[in-house]
């Protein structure tokens, strides 16, 4: 059984920051690739950011580069990701994703997922 811990999410305003928290166990559970997806009403699950969990690669939509930063916790099988000057375009439901392979940029490749935190973006 895999189990996801996500923390994080909120309301800010625009130009705020959040930190989102993602933690992955499961008994002989081996990832390799861990990510954050977001999702709205109007539009598909697309790739944040996401990180081979040896650091190798790290990959970031180009809407968040420079603002968005994917990291790893000091846990096993934990990423963070810090996303400072918040935008309301980048308010969503951003879900947790991990999988063993490659860093895959298509959410059907991953296997796993977390039950998603809301970010709210308003002034």
């Given at each position: ?15 705020e920051s959040l930190t ?15 990510g954050w997806y977001r ?25 968040v580069k420079g603002r ?56």
């Amino acid at each position: 059984q895999v189990q996801f811990v996500e923390s994080g999410g909120g309301l800010v305003q625009p130009g705020e920051s959040l930190t989102l928290s993602c933690a992955v166990s499961g008994s002989s559970l081996y990832i390799s690739a861990m990510g954050w997806y977001r999702q709205t009403p109007e539009k598909q699950r697309d790739l944040v950011a996401g990180m081979l969990l040896s650091g190798e690669t790290i990959k970031y939509a180009d809407s968040v580069k420079g603002r968005f930063t994917i990291s790893r916790g000091n846990a096993k099988n934990t990423v963070i990701l810090q996303m400072n000057n918040l935008q309301p375009e980048d308010a969503a439901v951003y879900y947790c994703a991990a999988r063993m392979g490659y860093l895959s940029p298509h959410a059907a490749d991953y296997f796993y997922w977390g039950q998603g935190t809301q970010v709210t973006v308003s002034s």
